[in-house]
């Protein structure tokens, strides 16, 4: 799929030529620097932001552009989206009973004691309790405002949480906490997520899978274990690099230089060649092909 967004009568590529699955009960971690596309990747996957081209399939069935219009209902039942900041997300003026059900009245068929028998329920999952739904979300702190975010989010029973920097507002305890909730709930319900973050020390601790992005494309895509452990790129490397230590050896780190190229006139060849310590002549003019690492193990780069 691609993305642009038209400013002035010029063209950002916001993402361009992104392709990866996800499967039933699984979490696909998406990581890069602030800006890479992750965000704009995971609102054109809800239809926040159309996309420009290509398609978006849930369960094979295409639910992008017209298609998705045509039965709009469906499509946002099975797709729940989980913003970076709970306080922005929620109506300062409307209690979290009636915040958690806005879903259900939106969708309609509910009577009110199927509303409040759900909403009720909805706590019980996140960890809240019944008496939260007369209360305003400025009463709770920012962890427990993210958990009502979550609840909203099941109100209809999705297949996928596209979660956008869900954690990282709040401190490390409230990190720990959401995230175990997130993975009970995956358990329980059999929940597919994405988990878009830049921590990736979170994003290990919870994906599948791990995708890398830089500068509006994915540059590598693999099981959690393989990206960590045998990285390709020369972006994820330094990526795994830039992550804090505090125990073992300490060894040379080498830092990226320079910023990421315009999105309004990206590059013609690799995009990350400005700031790839292993540049090559090829790597300014050609794209990368993305190549086969190992098994479910992709990159694009012409060193591999």
């Not at 038209?6 to 699955?21: K, M, P, T």
């Not at 996957?45 to 290509?54: E, H, K, M, N, Q």
């Not at 305890?173 to 358990?187: C, I, K």
């Not at 990526?239 to 080498?254: H, I």
Request: hydrophobic share 40%; net charge positive.
């Amino acid at each position: 799929m691609n993305g642009t967004r038209g400013r002035n009568a010029q063209s950002l590529h916001a993402v361009s030529n992104v392709s990866f699955s996800i499967a039933a009960e699984e979490t696909l971690g998406l990581v890069g620097e602030s800006g890479s596309g992750k965000s704009t990747v995971g609102r054109m996957l809800v239809g926040i932001y159309p996309a420009t081209s290509g398609q978006i399939r849930l369960f094979g069935r295409d639910i992008s552009g017209d298609a998705a219009k045509a039965n709009l209902k469906a499509v946002r039942r099975r797709l729940q989206f989980v913003f970076q900041d709970p306080q922005a997300a929620l109506n300062p003026r409307m209690a979290v009973g009636d915040a958690i059900a806005e879903p259900l009245d939106i969708t309609g068929g509910f009577d009110r004691r199927q509303r409040q028998a759900r909403i009720e329920e909805l706590l019980d999952m996140v960890g809240l309790p019944r008496s939260a739904v007369r209360r305003y979300p400025h009463e709770f702190s920012g962890g427990q405002r993210q958990r009502i975010v979550i609840a909203r989010a099941l109100a209809l029973q999705p297949d996928l949480i596209v979660c956008d920097e869900a954690v990282s507002a709040l401190d490390v305890s409230m990190q720990a906490q959401v995230v175990n909730l997130l993975m009970d709930l995956q358990a329980q319900f059999g929940l597919s997520y994405l988990f878009i973050a830049h921590d990736l020390a979170v994003v290990r601790s919870v994906s599948t899978r791990v995708a890398v992005m830089y500068a509006g494309s994915i540059v590598e895509i693999a099981p959690r274990r393989a990206l960590y452990e045998s990285p390709s790129h020369p972006y994820t490397r330094a990526l795994l690099d830039a992550v804090p230590r505090v125990r073992g050896v300490a060894k040379p780190r080498e830092m990226l230089q320079g910023e990421p190229p315009s999105l309004i006139d990206p590059p013609t060849g690799c995009r990350f060649a400005s700031r790839c310590p292993l540049v090559e002549t090829r790597c300014r003019v050609e794209a990368p092909p993305v190549r086969t690492v190992g098994s479910g193990h992709q990159a694009a780069c012409h060193l591999i």
